[in-house]
């Protein structure tokens, strides 16, 4: 399961509703196995888990209506996505991240997605670039109301679409799942107003960039952007890590 699924249509879901499910999955869906994941994952995004937590499968296959084997079978997942950790005799834990742990995996996605970026400008089609740009004026009237949902769908698409577009699939791989790690502290950025302001606007740039087939000039913005949202994660670390959307 592609982390974009959550950081596109699961985050938006997650900013416009404040109970993203009134009833137990299990009385609603016939194929549990992937809702279960995505719910943990969500509550584990939205810090209902914090760092350091322990995850009590019981309570949760109860809160959901589904077995303790399901809700195992997803924190088994979310063990190699590195979101959870499991101690023998006392069961799993939401991971802590260290500010040592995010400096890492943003530098990694620095280097990776400049790289990814220059490589995939050029053989991005124009019904592509087309539906990005609606993305865009999506995001920027969504700015006018002071709303977020519609920044997170065009950040994560354009995200999306440079590392896709690379041609190679392993980079796919190792920016997906550090990018899992960290997808908590997007989301939390994101819905600070001036942040999401500027975040729209640094995306925007890249955006044009990559519409005017500009391949370094958009490794160059993407690599800016990584970086100060890695320094500004940095800063306010603690709020983040342990604060409340």
């Known amino acids: ?27 609603k869906y016939e194929n549990l196995g992937d809702r279960v994941y995505h719910k943990i994952k969500e509550e584990i995004i939205l810090r209902k888990h914090k760092p350091g937590d322990r995850i009590i499968d019981r309570e949760i296959a109860e809160n959901l209506g589904v077995s303790r084997s399901l ?3 997803a924190l088994n997942i979310l ?29 990694l996605r620095r280097v990776l997605e400049e790289y990814a970026a220059e490589k995939s400008v050029s053989l991005i089609g124009k019904e ?10 999506d995001a920027r009237e969504d700015l006018n109301k002071n709303q977020v ?6 950040d994560a698409e354009l995200h999306r679409v440079l590392i896709a ?20 502290y997007r989301v939390m ?15 925007y740039e890249i955006f044009k960039a990559v519409k005017n087939n500009k391949p370094s000039l958009v490794s ?26």
Not at 91 to 104: A, E
Not at 220 to 245: A, D, V
């Open 128 to 137: 592509k670039i087309d539906e990005l740009e609606k993305l865009f004026e």
């Open 189 to 203: 950025d994101l819905t600070r107003e001036n942040r999401a302001k500027n975040s729209f606007k640094n995306h």
């Open 79 to 107: 063990e190699k996505e590195d979101l959870v950790v499991s101690r023998p005799r006392t069961g799993y834990y939401v991971k802590k991240i260290t500010k040592k742990d995010i400096k890492d995996i943003y530098e």
């Open 149 to 154: 949902e519609k920044l997170v769908k065009a």
């Open 220 to 245: 160059k913005l993407i690599g800016e952007h990584i970086n100060f949202s890695k320094n500004m994660i940095l800063k306010n670390y603690k709020e983040y890590t342990f604060g409340e959307i």
């Open 1 to 27: 399961i592609q982390i974009e699924e959550l950081t596109g249509a699961e985050v938006a879901k997650i900013y416009s509703q404040n109970d993203t499910s009134k009833s137990k999955l299990g009385e």
């Open 165 to 184: 577009n690379c041609g190679n699939s392993k980079i796919e791989d190792i920016i997906y799942k550090f990018n899992s790690l960290v997808l908590f």
């Open 71 to 73: 809700v195992r079978q």
